[in-house]
């Protein structure tokens, strides 16, 4: 279970500690925070509010490129959910963050990188905002990535989900990779198929996501240029 201390430079305990930003914004910190809460993975936890005029100042203390996330363990700094995830994967062995079949470890290391480094016009139309339920027009090239979404989470859940409910059977780094996207959906409010709404379902539904989920809506921090994309935007329904 995390232990949450806010934006204060804690004595760093022997264990794995994550640095984190807003819950109901920060898209990178849930990855990482996700992966290891939903596998019992133990770990303390910092939350440094964003968008405030020292976020930066502090987030510097933890991170080389002041950006959120990062994970200290003892001497060892480590930023980027990617890197994360992978070191706490090879630390913990025993959480099963990845497919033990070396064919599908792979193709779910190849969907986390492409989460990643890509859907990008998702990500910049729909910034995360736990808080909101409102619909949204998008653009075809953010249409385009909901599009590849699907077809991903139909073909593996297919293939290689078995009888789980997530992409290779139980839930692992790579679901935690998509968890924010799957909140986009919700939270904007896009159409998709029975397979890809089944999959949000199983990530939303995780007691850990849920955890998350009322940390983020009880937060009293609010960044007003997510808030108000639809206004600066012009694409409110």
Wanted: proline fraction near 7%.
């Amino acid at each position: 279970m995390a232990s949450t201390n806010i934006g204060a430079q804690p004595k760093f305990p022997p264990k794995l500690t994550l640095v984190i930003g807003n819950k109901n914004y920060s898209s990178w910190s849930l990855r990482p925070w996700l992966a290891m809460a939903a596998k019992g993975v133990p770990f303390a936890e910092v939350l440094i509010p964003l968008d405030h005029p020292n976020t930066r100042q502090q987030v510097l203390q933890y991170s080389p490129t002041g950006l959120v996330p990062a994970l200290k363990f003892g001497n060892l700094l480590l930023w980027e959910s990617l890197a994360i995830i992978e070191y706490v994967a090879d630390k913990h062995p025993e959480a099963n963050l990845w497919p033990e079949e070396q064919e599908y470890r792979a193709i779910a290391r190849s969907l986390a990188a492409e989460v990643h480094s890509g859907f990008q016009a998702l990500r910049q139309q729909c910034p995360m905002n736990l808080r909101r339920r409102a619909a949204s027009r998008i653009t075809p090239a953010a249409e385009a990535d909901v599009m590849r979404l699907m077809n991903y989470w139909r073909r593996f859940r297919m293939e290689a989900g078995g009888s789980g409910a997530f992409l290779f059977g139980e839930f692992g780094a790579v679901d935690a990779m998509f968890a924010p996207l799957a909140t986009r959906i919700r939270s904007y409010e896009i159409q998709v198929d029975r397979v890809a709404n089944e999959y949000i379902d199983a990530i939303l539904n995780l007691p850990a996501y849920q955890k998350w989920h009322q940390a983020a809506v009880a937060e009293p921090w609010k960044i007003a240029s997510v808030d108000n994309i639809d206004k600066l935007r012009g694409t409110m329904r």
